[in-house]
Each structure stands twice: as C-alpha cells, then as structure tokens.
C-alpha cells in the first residue's frame, strides 16, 4: 500500500492544522507508514452539520493517502454531551441516542471505504463503556487526571461560576478512554477533532502515556468563522445540517453559493477535494472577476455533490437556471422546485379548478403593490408564469400549467420571483 509523503504539508497548506502534538514525529508517522486514527462523532443531534463535515472529509483525505480510519459515533459520549459555554445540556433517552447513532453512522459511511488494505471501521464507544464498572473507571481513568488541569479547560472555567454538573465535567476522562481503548484494541494512535476539542484531544494523548506507556498523536482543525470574525454553520433556517430532510439541498446549495468573496480560496481547501494548482487557478480568476462568481459557483457545486450526490446537484443547478434563465419548468423535480421556492416565499392555493387571474395572483404574492401595479406589469411584459410571458392581466393558470401538479412560478422581470403552491 503507497503512502502519500506529503499529506501533512497538504493538510497544512488546506489551513486544516490548527494546533498539533510533535509536528515532526506526526509528519513523520503519516509520511512512513498506515497510521490508524479515529475521530469522533457524538449523536447530540439527528444529524451531522457543516462542523462535523470539516471532520469527515479530513478523515477521508487521510485514508485516501493510506491510513486506516475508525469512525466513532459516540453512543456511550452522546449521552452526556460535551460541556458547552451556553449551559448544561438536555439529556436525551437512551432510546433517543440510539437512534441518532444510526442516523449520524449512516452519514459517516458514504464518505469513507470499508474495502482494502486500509479499510475504514465503524466504532461505537458504548460497547466497551457500558460493561465497565464506576469503582473500576475511577481507578483505571480518573486516577490518571489532575483536577487541577481539567479546572484549567476554558469551557470549564467559563462554566465554573454559573455551574457545572460533575457529568459535563467528566466528559474530558470519557474521550480520553476512548482514545485509551481504540490504542489498546485496535493500535489507534491518531485522533483528530475540531479546535474546541483541544483539551479532550491532549488528554487522550496524556491517558495513553500515563497508563501504558505508550506514545500517541493529535491535531486539531480550526474553527472556521466569516469574515466578519462570527461563527459559519448557520442559515436563515438554523445550522447547516447534512441531513435533507432536515435542510433541503437546494438550501444547502445557495448557502455555499452565497458565501463571501474573501472566504472563497479558504472553503475551497477545507471542503473540496481539488488540488492545489486547481484551487490557486480558481482563486486568481474569481479575483479578476469576482461579480461572475466562479469561485462560489465551484464551491456550491462541489461541496453539495459530496453531500448530497451529483444527480442531486444537477436538479438544483437546472432548477436555478430555470428560474432566473428561463426555459421550461416542467422537467424540473418538483422537490427541488419546491424547496427553491419556499426560500423565494410561497403563496398557497386551495383547488386547481378555480385559480385566481394573473394579475390576482401578482398582488397576492406580493410581487405587484395594487391591481394596478400588476396590470401595468402585464402590459409592459414584465409578468411570467412558468417562464412564460403573461399577456392578458386576467389570464387565469389550469391544472396543465402545475409543474409536478402543484406548483406556479410567478416571476416579475428577471429576478423577482415567488411560488404559488395548489393545495
């Protein structure tokens, strides 16, 4: 099996290296042999979200230079949680977290090969923490952990005045056992997480010396804010969810569509899979050119392919194309339709037998402020339906004009455009 030697300098240039253990003995490790790592995922949530996405591409990025992944998804850690500026967490059931195991395992496993030299491997930390015992974790994990040092965590200090339970702040020995166990097991000796989970990462490294001895690695990917110096991950509609029924594709798409000029070379390391030269042509370009939006173009198409799967993109694209390009709306999924139209608002009809006239529909969209309006828009050809110049203001929709059954577009010039759904 060949080993890609130069996977840490990639990783570095990608700005995924926030903070490392021994940078020369990591470099070393991944550039010589088929190092087993893991990262971990804990079912807090239904789904994964742009955050973990950073994780599950990182951990694709090592196998596909030679190492062997263990993903862990957390059903032992999930039902804690790690402690959080904000307060305690809502404990979940068991049930629950059973469940949102299955959910987050089957999002992981698409991103990853399980065939081969270094196949990947699902992990779940329940298996080898339930049978353990509190007297025996005490003894063999928390004798191992000064007090003093788990005070000093930043989440932990923040958290000392307004109060922590002792469950949040155990979470730190929790990790760390995992770490423990994958290296006594399995022979991990890598983890990696996102830049929050520093102070865990650092204790699972030190558990491992400590207790057997032995000598392990890990980094930390940084915590990507835009420019404005505020945290990414979020939409009008909450986070950025992989899950789509959760978060529609379309909405997904036009999150990295929409993304700022100057976060373009940045997102383009860190979520795609483009080389180096690619990235650098597309950075120079966009720079050039920035209003034709190459590089946000590239970005969303990409990044949505991986997630949600090329055939998905193609509908999306087709669908933005339809409504701000023209052509004919009836090819289009109406699923994807629809999500594209709840975002540009939605207008809901009962019946298809009785729809109102073009211009009623103009005003109660909003498009058009009176009746007026509308019939003005009309005779000067501004009005659309389907892409389809309206001509007469009382010009009243059938059932043949539904795309997929239920939907009108109803658009005003070139970009003004919302939905009206048949119900």
Do not use: C
Not at 255 to 278: A, C, H, Q
Not at 312 to 331: K, N, P, V, Y
């Amino acid at each position: 099996m060949s080993i890609d030697q130069t996977l840490f300098d990639d990783l570095e240039w990608r700005g995924l290296i926030a903070h490392s253990t021994d940078r020369d003995a990591l470099r070393a490790a991944l550039g010589s042999e088929s190092v087993r790592f893991y990262v971990g995922f804990d079912p807090t949530a239904p789904s994964l979200h742009m955050g973990h996405l950073v994780q599950v591409l990182t951990a694709r990025r090592l196998q596909e230079a030679g190492h062997t992944p263990h993903a862990l998804v957390g059903g032992a850690t999930g039902m804690i949680g790690d402690p959080r500026d904000s307060g305690e967490r809502t404990m979940n059931s068991a049930d629950t977290v059973a469940e949102w195991v299955g959910r987050v395992r089957a999002q992981v496993e698409p991103f990853l090969s399980f065939e081969g030299p270094n196949a990947a491997r699902m992990v779940n930390n329940l298996d080898w923490t339930q049978g353990v015992s509190a007297l025996d974790f005490l003894r063999d994990v928390g004798k191992h952990f000064p007090v003093n040092r788990m005070l000093a965590r930043d989440v932990v200090r923040k958290r000392l005045e307004s109060g922590i339970s002792y469950t949040e702040f155990s979470y730190v020995l929790l990790q760390s056992f995992d770490f423990l166990s994958l290296y006594r097991d399995r022979g991990v000796t890598l983890q990696f997480g996102g830049s929050d989970q520093w102070g865990n990462l650092t204790a699972g490294v030190e558990l491992i010396r400590r207790a057997d001895g032995g000598k392990a690695h890990a980094f930390a990917t940084p915590l990507l804010t835009k420019a404005d110096g505020t945290k990414y991950g979020k939409t009008e509609g909450g986070a950025l969810w992989l899950d789509p029924e959760m978060l529609s594709p379309y909405s997904f798409f036009q999150f990295w569509l929409n993304v700022e000029d100057e976060k373009i070379g940045e997102l383009l390391r860190v979520f795609t899979f483009l080389s180096r030269s690619e990235i650098e042509e597309i950075e120079t370009s966009h720079s050039e050119k920035p209003f034709l939006r190459t590089g946000q173009k590239v970005l969303a198409e990409h990044v949505t392919s991986l997630v949600h799967g090329a055939d998905e993109t193609a509908r999306i694209q087709a669908a933005s194309a339809a409504l701000f390009g023209g052509g004919d709306m009836h090819g289009l999924s109406p699923e994807t339709l629809g999500a594209a139209l709840r975002q540009a608002g939605v207008l809901r009809v009962e019946g298809a037998e009785s729809l109102p006239t073009a211009v009623d529909l103009l005003v109660e969209t909003g498009l058009a402020k009176s009746k007026g309006d509308a019939r003005r828009t009309v005779a000067e050809g501004g009005a659309y339906i389907n892409n389809v110049r309206v001509e007469d203001p009382e010009h009243v929709p059938s059932r043949a004009d539904l795309v997929g059954g239920s939907w009108l577009v109803l658009r005003k010039g070139k970009k003004s455009f919302k939905g009206v759904e048949v119900v």
